[in-house]
């Protein structure tokens, strides 16, 4: 089960952030922020974009402030980037998900 919560905004949104292992290698874990009407709403999202088994249970890893900043910003209210390991502060720009969904490009030979 991925870590994660929510917080709920004073207009009645909420911003919902998960821990999310990495769509392309599995190895490295993903801090996927979402900004949706209720919770239910966010992780529809996260499930329409293909990312199915997305379950929120619980509060331990609710969204700070400054997650809560950068996915208020974002045009499309939902972006990621490495989640901090340990206590690390991550120096990682926020990205918008089309980067995480992308398919890498294969090389063509000839």
Same mark, same amino acid.
């Given at each position: 089960?991925a870590a994660g919560g929510f917080s ?18 599995? @190895? ?20 329409n974009l293909g990312l199915r088994a ?5 509060? @331990? ?41 992308r398919r890498p490009a294969v090389a063509?030979?000839?």
């Amino acid at each position: 089960m991925a870590a994660g919560g929510f917080s709920k905004l004073p207009n009645g949104t909420v911003v919902v952030a998960l821990n999310l292992p990495h769509v392309a290698d599995g @190895s490295t874990v993903v801090r996927v922020l979402v900004h949706a009407q209720n919770r239910a709403r966010a992780l529809t999202r996260l499930r329409n974009l293909g990312l199915r088994a997305i379950y929120l249970r619980g509060n @331990s890893a609710p969204p700070t402030p400054d997650e809560i900043t950068a996915v208020l910003h974002h045009p499309d209210g939902l972006i990621w980037r490495t989640a901090p390991d340990h206590g690390v502060t991550v120096t990682e720009l926020w990205h918008p998900i089309r980067a995480l969904l992308r398919r890498p490009a294969v090389a063509r030979q000839g």
